[in-house]
């Protein structure tokens, strides 16, 4: 301790010493000090300590800390080894440390050598949460996640020794060269599939970004660094309410980079959650496919700014080529809110999936031609398709129906695949072109030339291409249509104005359903249900978007407007009442009044209301509505168009035509006629657009092909209308004991099974096809070999099964225009007609193969079950009241059967077990009752499988017959199954698996 | 990651001056960071020597953690005192915690005979330093003052000499001889 005297003395020599030259100092220090050495000693020490003290402490402390840091860094690397790994090469600096190519020197493999920056490791207890975090990640064992080999310390360094991967990071490629949109998908699957594990695991990335994406030049892509992200956090606060703040880097680059794929609740400093992977990798996937990061800014600042308050630019705009579901996912992706987000990788993952799927299988039209056994009346059709680009790229694709094929089977799927990978490239080019997809075909009939007949000539338009528009409709001026967009119940509601193709959003995302669109007569609002929470509402929303207003509650189809547009026709069920009423009221939903009641079980909307659209119609003149209506007596199939007098609300029925559903319909604008969605078969039942003359009631196919139409919506001149075309896509999978989401693919048509699989006995799978441009059964090896078309063509078949002892195939036909069983060998020979009943359907065969049993209309159109003889013959009636799809059980004692239940409350369709005698089911259980189910039975008879469709992914369950609770069989994450079959033993699983896809399209007639 | 706004980091640093230790862990990373930062500049070598823009950088760090601009508060040396005192306080617990890592000799130490040989990298033991910074404080308050503003708050000559209010040629005179006597102190510390 000093004396401050002293000090004050020897400061003031010192000074007085550093004056004068070095030479003089001396004689100058013996003058001051006297005889004080000491003193002397002192001032002498400090004066040769400032000559070597050189620039000590001149250079700022940040800079001394920071080069002695580098310095240590260094010499580590440069001694060569860390720990047992031999350092080859620098692979990289990034902010997380730096990465070395090494040589393990014990197992002699090349590793990745990173190591951590001294600050991420300070804290022991985030470095041992790291390092489990690590571990965990690592031994999911993903092939899109990397390999950690070691998490270890060597000279007071951290490091993470990992797989070596050749190739180079997501960054490079990026900074490259504009990657295809196909692969840009391909790459986004892996990576949200490495996502999908590790949340699974309970694991958070928290720094998904292109530098941390690595791509083999085998095309696999490995996601690095899981777990670091949190090592590099900052503390959580201690319990203060000062704002929230992340750890700043202040490289320019490193904060740019690492900024640019942030989340808003990262921004933010809030806890993070799996959901902020999902908006990080959103970023990712928008910056492959436009080359540049959604959200941008000079700064750091900026750039956060833009990720909490900006809308990024869309891609397509930017960037020709990009589908509008991609727009769609990366913007669902990017959601501020995360709610709005998509709530798991998972369903990230299955529309990346899908949108993967939908450009290999490319989005191709398939018209065909109706089968000549079918009865005069229907259609002839020639079908010609034409893809017409508009932009600088012309691309123009024919293709002529019928396919008219005979090739044998492994050729026809060789051909095919390769086709639909031509046809896939061809739309992938189509897309870039960003075209109107358009579609012509002329449609003669039989009638008399001079008279106009509507839409006997049209020209199609898609108007999206997103494969997920449920509904449409269009304004009655034709400018604007609006359209139901997004599946998984969050859809929004869209407004197109068509001549300039612009898309506005007016209703944002909802968890629920939107259904019933129409617009208002006047065109300047829209009319939506929103079914939310098991309540539909009937809503308003002006033209460009705004305030809904809340019209109707309960409501359960669209509205149709009186002509003068102050009034609206609906329907409500009404199930305590037993009845479905029709409704009309003013169009602000106020002075509701019942016109007509009906039997609910009788009356629209059915069992998959939301799954359609559905609506009546109000004549022109006012005086009528017109809709849909079963016959009084219940079947399953039996519809009619019912006009009801707006007067005093009695009915007559329009039609002898009769269908197996009836959706939504609207009338020609000279009131001559209507436009309806309708389906004709049972065994396949699309919707298509028929013109149905008013009074007389004749009614015609206008669209002939195998798409699904859903919902009609007609300009006020009649001259163009919208509808939702659906495609389905499907291929059949087989799967083995027990581990039956494990499915491996055997076809590869894209339309394969959808309305038929059965085993045979040897192993093979029947299935529907239609590679010969009508549909028949088709026999494959369970390894997917030796496809082969079983039934002749032209056939309109399904639902095969095969007799136990082997010997034939039974199946639907409605070749002749009803469908009726047929028989014949398993080769496909000795075809031969079993029933020549109404419309019969659903066989299933008898124990001992002598009997087959089955659903069919009697005299007085209802559906009753019968058995007939597998030699034909008369058929025997069983039942007495009315069921349909009859599946014995595997003990041949009873039979699952779908039935109308009249002792419930209320009244509905339910699975039952009937005994063999008919009379009346045993038990019932509340099974999907869509007219898509397929009920099977398990092998041991204790459990019926069936049919499960939640947010578009559909799964196997199987409802034990003790009445226990139902339990899932698979674990499909993505995906409908529109049919599947067990082999006999219960070992094998085959089903029809794809997707549907629906597009608004643009129907204007020609003249 | 993100960064504090110059005010938040200003608010910061008052209530830490106010006795509030959370602020600090807030502020603590914030240098850490620009710390990482500027090492990893030097090994990749985008800082040959000490070139201008190697100051620039190293001046822009100080910028972003100490911000002139926006200092709002009456009482400028109040406030730079602050800062100063915040970074001696972060960069010396820092090295403190990588000496005791490494058991043995701190992370951020390079010996002082090897500075002189490296002059251009000159380093010092940064707890010693602040050891002997105590020391010097204890009869001498300015020059400890002086020299925890220039070394630890990265503050020239003449910020210095504004925020003491005494006039450059005083902190130069003061700094030389507080360079000296922590010199010799650290010395002999080693020896």
């Not at chain 1, 800014?297 to 991609?326: M, N, R, Y």
């Not at chain 1, 898309?503 to 909802?510: F, G, L, N, R």
């Not at chain 2, 251009?120 to 503003?149: G, M, T, W």
């Amino acid at each position: 301790m000093q004396d401050l005297e002293r000090w004050q003395r020897i400061e003031t020599l010192y000074q007085a010493a550093l004056e004068l030259s070095e030479a003089e100092r001396a004689a100058f220090l013996d003058q001051a000090c006297g005889g004080d050495k000491a003193l002397r000693a002192e001032v002498v020490s400090l004066l040769a300590s400032h000559k070597e003290a050189g620039d000590f402490l001149v250079a700022p402390a940040l800079q001394v800390a920071a080069e002695a840091m580098a310095s240590e860094q260094e010499e580590v690397v440069s001694g060569g080894a860390i720990g047992p790994y031999k350092i080859i090469k620098l692979l990289g600096r990034g902010g997380m440390g730096e990465v070395y190519l090494a040589q393990d020197t014990r197992l002699g493999r090349r590793v990745a050598l990173k190591l951590l920056p001294a600050y991420f490791t300070r804290d022991a207890e985030r470095l041992r949460r790291f390092q489990q975090e690590a571990r965990t990640a690592s031994a999911l064992n993903h092939p899109n996640v990397i390999t950690i080999f070691e998490i270890g310390e060597a000279s007071t360094i951290q490091f993470i020794a990992t797989e070596y991967i050749e190739g180079e990071t997501l960054r490079h490629l990026v900074a490259r060269q504009p990657i295809d949109v196909g692969d840009a998908i391909a790459i986004a699957v892996q990576i949200a599939s490495a996502l999908e594990a590790a949340h699974d695991a309970g694991i958070v990335h928290r720094d998904i970004k292109p530098e941390n994406l690595m791509l083999r030049p085998d095309g696999i892509v490995k996601v690095l660094d899981f777990g670091l992200a949190k090592l590099a956090e900052r503390q959580a606060l201690r319990g203060t309410d000062s704002p929230p703040a992340l750890q700043l880097s202040t490289d320019p680059g490193v904060v740019m980079g690492t900024a640019s794929y942030m989340s808003p609740e990262q921004a933010r400093g809030l806890k993070v959650d799996a959901r902020t992977d999902i908006f990080s990798l959103g970023v990712v996937l928008y910056e492959m496919v436009s080359g540049s990061a959604p959200f941008q800014g000079a700064t750091t600042s900026d750039v956060i700014a833009a990720i909490l308050t900006q809308e990024p630019p869309p891609l397509a705009p930017q960037l020709a080529g990009v589908p509008e579901t991609l727009q769609w996912i990366v913007d669902k992706a990017l959601a501020k809110e995360r709610k709005v987000r998509y709530q798991t990788v998972a369903e990230l993952l299955a529309d990346l999936k899908k949108l993967k799927k939908q450009l290999e299988f490319g989005v191709e039209q398939k018209p065909y031609a109706p089968p000549a056994r079918l009865p005069a009346g229907a259609t002839a059709a020639t079908a010609r398709q034409t893809l017409i680009a508009t932009s600088d790229k012309q691309i123009e694709a024919t293709t002529d129906a019928p396919i008219a094929r005979r090739t044998s089977g492994a050729e026809v799927i060789t051909t095919s695949i390769k086709q639909h990978k031509r046809v896939a490239a061809l739309v992938g080019l189509a897309i870039v072109a960003a075209i109107t997809l358009a579609l012509y075909w002329m449609i003669s009939r039989g009638r008399s030339a001079n008279q106009a007949t509507p839409f006997a000539a049209f020209k199609v338009s898609r108007l999206t291409t997103t494969g997920k528009a449920s509904f449409a409709a269009i304004s009655p001026d034709g400018k604007y249509a609006v359209h139901v967009m997004g599946s998984a119940g969050q859809p929004s509601l869209w407004l197109r104005h068509i001549a300039t193709g612009s898309d506005k959003e007016i209703v944002p995302a909802i968890r629920g359903t939107l259904s019933g669109l129409a617009f208002s007569k006047d065109g300047s609002y829209i009319y939506y249900d929103q079914f939310v929470k098991g309540e539909v509402a009937l809503y308003r929303v002006p033209l460009l978007g705004g305030i809904a207003q809340r019209l109707v509650a309960d409501i359960d189809t669209a509205v149709s407007f009186s002509p003068d547009g102050t009034q609206m026709a609906y329907v409500r069920g009404l199930p305590q009442e037993g009845k479905a009423a029709l409704i009309i009221a003013n169009a602000d939903g106020s002075g509701e009044q019942r016109l007509a009641s009906f039997n609910i079980v009788y009356a629209y909307p059915p069992l998959s209301a939301l799954a359609q659209m559905w609506g009546p119609g109000w004549s022109p003149d006012g005086a009528t509505i017109m809709m849909g209506i079963r016959d009084s007596d219940p079947n399953l199939y039996n519809w009619n168009l019912v006009a009801v007098s707006v007067k005093d609300g009695t009915t007559r029925q329009l039609t002898a035509q009769r269908w197996s559903s009836i959706g939504q319909m609207a009338w020609l604008a000279d009131g001559k006629g209507l436009i309806v969605a309708a389906a004709e078969h049972p065994i396949y039942a699309p919707h298509q657009l028929w013109h149905v003359a008013y009074p007389d009631g004749a009614a015609r196919k206008i669209t002939n092909d195998l798409n699904n139409y859903i919902g009609v919506s007609l300009t006020a001149d009649a001259n163009s209308l919208i509808t939702v075309q659906s495609e389905q896509l499907s291929n059949v999978w087989v799967a083995t004991d027990g581990d039956w989401s494990h499915t491996s693919q055997v076809t590869s048509n894209n339309h394969d099974g959808i309305v038929g699989i059965a085993w045979t006995p040897d192993r093979r799978v029947l299935y529907t096809s239609i590679a010969t441009g009508s549909r028949e059964i088709w026999a494959v090896s369970a390894d997917g070999t030796g496809a082969k078309q079983v039934t002749p063509d032209p056939g309109l078949e399904g639902r095969p099964v095969v007799t136990p002892d082997g010997r034939y195939i039974v199946f639907v036909s409605a070749s002749t225009g009803i469908s009726h069983l047929w028989r014949c060998d398993l080769d496909g020979s000795n075809l031969r007609q079993l029933t020549n009943g109404q419309s019969e359907s659903s066989p299933s065969c008898s124990l001992d193969s002598r009997w087959v049993y089955y659903s069919a209309l009697n005299a007085n159109m209802k559906r009753l079950l019968w058995k007939i003889s597998i030699d034909g013959g008369e058929p025997v009636q069983l039942s007495d009241f009315s069921c349909g799809g009859p599946t014995l059980s595997p003990d041949g004692k009873q039979f699952a059967v779908t039935f109308i239940d009249e002792t419930a409350t209320p009244k509905r369709y339910r699975v039952g077990l009937l005994p063999l005698d008919g009379r009346s089911p045993t038990k019932a259980f509340d099974l999907p009752t869509s007219p898509r189910q397929i009920i099977r039975w398990t092998a041991d008879g204790r459990g019926l499988t069936y049919l499960d469709t939640r947010a578009g992914v559909t799964n196997l369950w199987a409802q034990p017959v003790d009445g226990s609770p139902a339990k899932p069989l698979t674990d499909f994450k993505s995906d409908l199954i529109f049919y599947y079959d067990w082999s006999r033993d219960g070992k094998r699983l085959a089903v029809a698996r794809g997707l549907m896809t629906n597009d608004a399209v643009l129907i204007n007639e020609s003249r | 990651m993100t960064t504090l706004s110059p005010k938040e980091i200003t608010q910061l640093l008052r209530a830490w001056s106010k006795g509030d230790q959370s602020a600090l862990d807030q502020l603590t990373p914030l240098v850490h960071a620009e710390l990482h930062n500027l090492a990893r500049r030097y090994l990749s070598k985008e800082m040959p020597g000490h070139t201008l823009q190697a100051t620039a950088l190293v001046n822009e760090a100080y910028m972003r953690l100490i911000d002139w601009q926006n200092v709002e508060w009456q009482n400028r040396a109040h406030f730079f005192g602050v800062s100063a005192q915040l970074m001696r306080h972060i960069l010396v617990d820092y090295a403190r915690s990588r000496r005791s890592h490494k058991r043995g000799g701190g992370a951020i130490e390079v010996s002082l005979d090897q500075a002189a040989v490296i002059s251009s990298e000159r380093a010092a033991d940064f707890v010693a330093l602040d050891d002997a910074l105590n020391s010097l404080a204890a009869f001498d308050a300015r020059k400890s003052r002086i020299v925890e503003l220039r070394f630890f708050g990265g503050l020239s000559i003449e910020e210095t000499a504004e925020v003491m209010q005494i006039s450059p040629t005083t902190v130069k005179r003061e700094w030389s001889l507080a360079q000296a006597w922590l010199y010799r102190e650290l010395k002999q510390g080693e020896g």
